[in-house]
């Protein structure tokens, strides 16, 4: 159990345009869903913290308003990079914290998407 | 703050050799500790964690880590390792009140074992 898919694995885009990531936990219901971003050797940095039914609670310096997070129910958190560059290229990683499980409890985190900006 | 160090970036060791991968913390407040895995391409996969009790937690694979509250440290052993533990590993905290937990991350040891 505790299953969380993310897709695409992979993308490629060009400079310019958006990228939606989707974040689904499969057979548990998450109220708290994470984004991580991973630099090549370097580890996770959150990005933002996404609770169902409200606003995303982003970490100091990343961009709202590039970075758009969108946590409609229980099972899904979609992470829109819009207008994307090639800086942005990277790992994105989601995890998800089971709904009614302790604010300690191990997170569940799906497989990454790497995304590539031409 | 609160940060975490794990001072080996990479650490090859043969087939069959002990290892250990350390991970230090610091933290004003009490801490919960994980040892995570990642594969390649993947997402990360939990190892084991301390929450409290037992200062010696195992996980089902044959590794172990020690909650030393001292030396905040959790160093993450292996007696003998195999090829398909090769991996990056990542040591995480949770810090904060209740409702507003966030985990921190060390920034990585990649395991490689050799052959």
């Known amino acids: 159990g505790a299953v969380v898919s993310q897709h695409p694995s992979r993308v490629i885009c060009k400079s310019g345009t958006s990228v939606k990531i989707e974040c689904r936990s499969l057979?548990?219901?998450?109220?708290?869903m994470f984004w991580y971003r991973q630099f090549p050797k370097q580890s996770l940095m959150l990005m933002a913290t996404?609770?169902?039914?409200?606003?995303?609670?982003?970490e100091q310096g990343v961009e709202k308003d590039k970075f758009l997070i969108n946590h409609a129910s229980l099972t899904l958190s979609t992470l829109t990079v819009t207008s994307a560059h090639p800086e942005d290229s990277s790992f994105y990683i989601c995890?998800?914290?089971?709904?009614?499980?302790?604010?300690?409890?191990?997170?569940?985190f799906g497989n990454g998407t790497r995304l590539t900006v031409t | 703050a609160q940060s975490v160090t794990q001072l080996d970036s990479q650490v090859p060791v043969f087939e069959e050799a002990p290892v250990e991968l350390r991970c230090n913390y610091s933290s004003s407040v009490s801490v919960y500790l994980f040892w995570y895995v990642q594969y390649p391409n993947q997402g990360l996969q939990l190892l084991l964690k301390y929450l409290s009790g037992s200062t010696l937690v195992e996980s089902i694979n044959g590794f172990e880590a020690e909650f030393n509250k001292s030396q905040t440290s959790f160093h993450l052993r292996k007696p003998s390792v195999h090829i398909s533990d090769t991996a990056e590993y990542f040591c995480?905290?949770?810090?904060?009140?209740?409702?507003?937990?966030?985990?921190?991350f060390g920034t990585g040891t990649r395991l490689k074992v050799l052959a």
């Open positions: 057979d548990f219901q998450a109220t708290t």
């Open positions: 996404s609770n169902e039914g409200s606003k995303a609670t982003y």
């Open positions: 995890s998800a914290r089971r709904a009614g499980s302790h604010s300690t409890s191990p997170l569940h």
């Open positions: 995480a905290v949770t810090v904060g009140t209740s409702g507003t937990y966030k985990y921190i």
